[in-house]
């Protein structure tokens, strides 16, 4: 009977023992549960906060830094070719003048340099008259005064391209000087015409 109770008793330690294991692991098993569901909507927070929602901002600002630099550029390099090519233009309506000038044995006039802020008024002023414009103008009707004359109307007209271009080149002293040299010829083609007698 003694052994019976004491093996009785033995069980019931066990069991007591056992009991209290496993309220001891369904307690942590809780407790580790609880903080893993209260951070997940933490988590989901932090996933749709500012940091994510800037991130598209701060793409698209980068995007428009980038057009705008692009455009800018593009813009230089066009006003750019553009000023070469009225530079050109220019340059060879001044050679086709000296040309000319040579042709109706002229020396080429001397022309006041132009710099600073008086170019822009001297390319902006009235270009010379052509003989074909001038009612003053009456050369003798000879070959001689009639290739004067021609000479002079095609100084004049390059003179008008001249200056119209130099006018389109604001600020630009070398076209503008280009402008003043153009009309110094076409003045004095314009003279050789209109004198013409003989």
Partial sequence: MLQLLRGR?????????????CATAMAAA??????????????ADTTAGEPQAAAPQSRAEADDRAHGQAHAQA????????????????????RQITDELARAQLAPPAAAACTGPACPQAASSPVAMPP????????????????????????CTNQQKIC???????????????????????????????????
């Avoid at 008793?9 to 294991?21: D, E, H, K, S």
């Fill in 132 to 155: 074909a414009a001038d009612p003053a103008c009456h050369p003798a009707a000879t070959e001689r005064c009639n290739d004067a004359c021609t000479v002079a109307t095609s100084i």
């Fill in 9 to 21: 008793a033995v069980t019931r330690a066990q069991a007591a023992l056992i009991a209290g294991w």
């Fill in 164 to 198: 119209d271009l130099a006018n389109q080149l604001a600020g630009d002293d070398w076209a503008a000087g280009k402008c003043e040299r153009a009309r110094a010829s076409c003045r004095a083609a314009h003279d050789n015409c209109c004198s013409c007698v003989i």
């Fill in 75 to 94: 813009h230089g390099q066009a006003h750019a070719q553009a000023h070469a090519q009225a530079h050109a233009q220019i340059d060879a309506l001044d």
């Fill in 30 to 43: 809780c407790g580790a549960a609880r903080p893993r569901s209260a951070a997940a909507p933490a988590s």
